[in-house]
């Protein structure tokens, strides 16, 4: 079955600067990769996906690259402020299974 | 407003009893899901379904059940052979592996 690794587990950055989470897959039949933001006592919330056919996407502030070949994909925001302090989570999906990672909490510190 | 609606938000259980968390969503969604969240472990599959009267067991799917009786609902039972039932559990659905859509969640914790 797919494994999804995600780091770091913790990051804490300054407003304004930029965070990246990693993440890696072992199944290569993978085509999406979703990130997801959970705040506390909520339920998780898509921020921004990505199919294996794209290598890079980009929505505001926060942008996904896919390497297929190495198979790993990165959450990138830029300007941090303090309402993205969350936990985060990727994801791999197949068409029989999606798995998460296992978070990265991120905190921004004003 | 279209959503999917967990209930209750908190849930209290005795050793040796079954409880069963509800799910419902009105986004006309075929797939849903049931997953557990422990801290530290992110969010492991129990059981999903990708069209009524059909589901499949996800990675930890001892000690529970669910049905799919209609498109909208998708209940979860936690049996009494589940060992640890404390965590957050979240449904979600989705068009067949897509954009998934997360309830707010259930907390259970056994006393």
């Known amino acids: 079955g797919e494994n999804v690794e995600q780091h770091p587990s913790t990051l804490s950055v300054q407003e304004g600067d930029s965070a990246v989470i990693k993440c890696t897959y072992s199944?290569?039949?993978?085509?999406?990769f979703p990130w997801y933001k959970q705040e506390l006592g909520k339920g998780p919330q898509l921020i921004i996906d990505i199919r294996s056919n794209v290598g890079e996407k980009k929505d505001q502030r926060i942008a996904v690259t896919l390497n297929k070949t190495a198979k790993h994909f990165s959450l990138h925001i830029t300007e941090t402020q303090p309402e993205d302090s969350a936990v985060y989570f990727c994801?791999?999906?197949?068409?029989?299974?999606?798995?998460f990672g296992t978070g990265t909490s991120l905190t921004v510190i004003p | 407003d279209g959503g999917i609606t967990q209930s209750p938000k908190y849930l209290f259980r005795k050793e040796g009893q079954n409880v069963t968390l509800s799910c419902e969503q009105n986004l006309n969604h075929d797939a849903m899901y049931w997953y557990r969240q422990d801290p530290g472990q992110g969010l492991r599959l129990i059981y999903y379904s990708q069209i009524v009267n059909d589901f499949q067991k996800g990675d930890i799917a001892e000690g529970y059940s669910v049905s799919r009786e209609k498109k909208e609902s998708f209940p979860l039972t936690v049996t009494s052979a589940q060992k640890n039932p404390t965590a957050f559990y979240l449904c979600?659905?989705?068009?067949?592996?897509?954009?998934?859509?997360f309830g707010q969640g259930t907390r259970l914790t056994v006393v």
């Open positions: 979600a659905s989705s068009i067949r592996w897509t954009e998934a859509f």
């Open positions: 994801a791999a999906g197949t068409p029989n299974q999606f798995y």
């Open positions: 199944d290569s039949a993978s085509n999406y």
